[in-house]
């Protein structure tokens, strides 16, 4: 419990210091004009209170991502409490803050155009196809999920087939097409609240149920799966708790509804430490919930595993179990909102901001409908015909893919740091952590990549690491020499 309750004081206090000064490092100035009124359209620009900027953030980034990620992440260990605490202050909220300020900054642009700018025409493309591949893949994923589930709570059935996707995808394209704040401004803060509720309730729990929670002595001495190094596959399965690189494409959509560039740092640095406590306390809670039960001579690693197992890997019945015993009726409820609203809520907002990604790239107008609809139809087929396919194989890289945006992400802010004369090291750190945990892991999991092809190699684990740190010094040499490159020139050109 003592590990618990100081990775929770550590995350609040993350937020009130390091926030604080990573705002000053961006220089967020209240004397600016921000695009919701230099751009304001009605649309995609609109002014809107920082209360409900902040819950649309926190539920745009979050979805399962935090509660789900959060509990097979815990199968590895107290190392879980380390990786949502630092890699959430050094790493997600300074992420996502800068992101967010950034795109302010270039009037609202979406992430491709703000990387392309600092990481050349290459990394812009690349991004582009990234970005719309991630956000039509969100949009598969939940689309399936959610109608899943309320399928297996309340089936509606049409001639044999289920209608909640459909449902599900009409919902999509309404939030999709009409303003920000006419559907997603309603609705959103709604489930925003629910949700930080069920926490707080999950909350209460983990520091009032019975049974025992590691302590940090435990963080690399025992943890289960064991057949699975905690690196680099431990910060591929926390990904929304701590680093993520879809919430860099949720943060344009919200820059540009701030009305002061200083609302900035609760709305993006805070949203992402609210999403890492939410993590923190369902990770303590599957701890917790997997030791009070009733399984002889298990650990309570394995006592989760086992229980997972046994619901066929589905991570929902955890969280049902927590909240129908821990919090009777009302938890039950915020349960089906917690697996079902959740993911809706990031699934729209993955074709929204897909919609506005292609039409920046393309200089395409959003005014109308007609021309949302010209960009929308060709992204909502192509998620219907992705639904279609075998998602258990591009559900394996959807996580990795995730985490590669985060690199160019990171770089791209780097770049623009050191290109204003700013401390470019809080970015620099973790871009090359990043880097090192992206190219390992595409090498190294069992189920992605090379690996797949050289399982049974004794030697191949070691090459991979070695792959992993070549790939990363290849990039710090590739930063080094532009900057030596910029020094000597005088001038600041991209990445490129």
């Given at each position: 419990?003592?590990t618990?309750?100081?990775?929770?004081?550590?995350l609040?206090?993350g937020?009130?210091?390091?926030?604080?000064?990573v705002?000053?490092?961006?220089g967020?100035?209240a004397t600016r004009?921000?695009?919701?009124?230099?751009?304001q359209?009605?649309?995609?620009f609109?002014?809107?209170p920082s209360?409900k900027?902040f819950?649309i953030q926190?539920?745009?980034i979050?979805g399962t991502?935090?509660?789900?990620?959060?509990?097979m992440?815990?199968?590895f260990?107290?190392a879980?409490?380390?990786?949502?605490?630092?890699g959430?202050i050094f790493?997600g909220?300074?992420?996502?803050?800068?992101?967010?300020?950034i795109s302010?900054s270039?009037?609202?642009?979406?992430?491709?155009?703000?990387?392309?700018d600092?990481?050349?025409?290459?990394g812009r493309?690349?991004m582009?196809?990234?970005?719309?591949?991630?956000m039509?893949?969100?949009?598969?994923?939940?689309?399936t999920?959610p109608?899943?589930?309320?399928?297996?709570?309340?089936p509606?059935?049409?001639?044999?087939?289920?209608a909640?996707p459909?449902?599900i995808f009409?919902?999509?394209?309404?939030?999709?097409?009409?303003?920000?704040?006419?559907?997603?401004?309603?609705?959103y803060?709604?489930?925003g609240?629910?949700?930080?509720f069920?926490?707080?309730g999950?909350?209460f729990g983990v520091?009032?149920?019975?049974?025992n929670?590691?302590?940090?002595d435990?963080?690399?001495?025992?943890?289960?799966?064991?057949?699975?190094?905690i690196?680099p596959m431990?910060?591929?399965?926390?990904a929304c708790?701590a680093?993520?690189g879809?919430h860099?494409?949720q943060?344009?959509?919200?820059?540009r509804?701030?009305?002061n560039?200083?609302?900035g740092?609760?709305?993006?640095?805070?949203a992402?430490?609210?999403?890492?406590?939410v993590?923190l306390i369902?990770a303590?809670?599957?701890?917790?919930?997997?030791d009070?039960?009733n399984?002889?001579g298990?650990?309570?690693?394995e006592k989760?595993a086992a229980?997972?197992k046994?619901n066929?890997?589905?991570?929902?019945?955890?969280?049902n179990a927590i909240?129908?015993?821990?919090l009777g009726t009302?938890?039950?409820l915020?349960?089906?909102?917690?697996?079902?609203a959740?993911?809706?809520?990031s699934?729209d907002?993955a074709?929204?901001?897909?919609?506005?990604i292609?039409?920046?790239f393309?200089?395409?107008p959003?005014?109308t409908?007609?021309?949302?609809?010209l960009?929308a139809?060709?992204?909502?087929?192509?998620?219907?015909?992705?639904?279609?396919?075998?998602f258990?194989?591009l559900w394996?890289y959807f996580?990795?893919l995730n985490?590669?945006?985060?690199?160019?992400t990171?770089?791209?802010?780097?770049?623009?740091l050191?290109k204003?004369?700013?401390?470019?090291?809080?970015t620099?750190?973790?871009a090359?952590w990043?880097?090192?945990v992206?190219?390992t892991?595409?090498m190294i999991?069992?189920k992605?990549?090379?690996a797949?092809l050289?399982?049974?190699v004794?030697?191949?684990?070691?090459a991979?690491?070695a792959?992993?740190?070549?790939?990363?010094?290849?990039?710090?040499?590739?930063?080094?020499?532009?900057?030596?490159?910029?020094?000597?020139n005088?001038?600041?050109?991209?990445?490129?």
């Amino acid at each position: 419990m003592i590990t618990f309750i100081t990775a929770f004081v550590l995350l609040v206090l993350g937020y009130v210091i390091y926030g604080a000064f990573v705002e000053k490092v961006f220089g967020a100035d209240a004397t600016r004009e921000t695009p919701a009124y230099s751009k304001q359209d009605g649309v995609d620009f609109v002014p809107m209170p920082s209360w409900k900027v902040f819950l649309i953030q926190f539920l745009n980034i979050a979805g399962t991502g935090p509660i789900f990620g959060a509990i097979m992440g815990v199968l590895f260990g107290p190392a879980a409490y380390l990786w949502i605490v630092f890699g959430c202050i050094f790493g997600g909220a300074t992420h996502d803050y800068l992101a967010g300020m950034i795109s302010l900054s270039k009037g609202g642009a979406s992430l491709p155009e703000v990387v392309g700018d600092e990481l050349g025409s290459t990394g812009r493309q690349t991004m582009r196809f990234l970005s719309l591949l991630l956000m039509i893949m969100v949009g598969a994923v939940f689309v399936t999920t959610p109608a899943g589930l309320l399928d297996g709570l309340l089936p509606l059935q049409v001639q044999g087939f289920s209608a909640w996707p459909i449902i599900i995808f009409c919902y999509y394209i309404l939030a999709t097409l009409l303003p920000v704040d006419a559907l997603i401004g309603r609705i959103y803060p709604i489930f925003g609240v629910a949700l930080i509720f069920m926490a707080l309730g999950v909350l209460f729990g983990v520091l009032t149920q019975p049974g025992n929670l590691p302590e940090i002595d435990e963080a690399f001495t025992s943890h289960h799966p064991a057949n699975l190094p905690i690196f680099p596959m431990l910060f591929i399965t926390i990904a929304c708790g701590a680093v993520s690189g879809f919430h860099a494409t949720q943060s344009p959509m919200m820059a540009r509804c701030l009305k002061n560039e200083k609302l900035g740092r609760p709305v993006f640095y805070g949203a992402m430490i609210t999403e890492g406590l939410v993590a923190l306390i369902w990770a303590a809670a599957a701890m917790k919930f997997a030791d009070m039960l009733n399984t002889e001579g298990a650990t309570p690693y394995e006592k989760l595993a086992a229980f997972l197992k046994a619901n066929n890997g589905n991570v929902a019945a955890v969280v049902n179990a927590i909240c129908n015993d821990w919090l009777g009726t009302i938890g039950a409820l915020l349960a089906v909102l917690g697996v079902v609203a959740a993911p809706i809520t990031s699934g729209d907002t993955a074709f929204r901001a897909a919609r506005l990604i292609a039409s920046d790239f393309l200089k395409f107008p959003q005014l109308t409908i007609k021309n949302r609809l010209l960009i929308a139809i060709p992204l909502f087929v192509a998620s219907a015909v992705i639904m279609n396919l075998n998602f258990d194989v591009l559900w394996r890289y959807f996580a990795w893919l995730n985490q590669s945006l985060s690199i160019f992400t990171f770089w791209a802010i780097t770049v623009w740091l050191y290109k204003n004369g700013k401390p470019y090291y809080i970015t620099l750190v973790p871009a090359l952590w990043m880097t090192l945990v992206c190219s390992t892991y595409i090498m190294i999991s069992p189920k992605e990549g090379v690996a797949v092809l050289m399982q049974g190699v004794e030697w191949w684990p070691t090459a991979s690491y070695a792959f992993g740190l070549t790939v990363t010094l290849i990039c710090l040499y590739t930063f080094v020499s532009y900057m030596r490159t910029v020094a000597s020139n005088k001038g600041f050109k991209s990445l490129d």
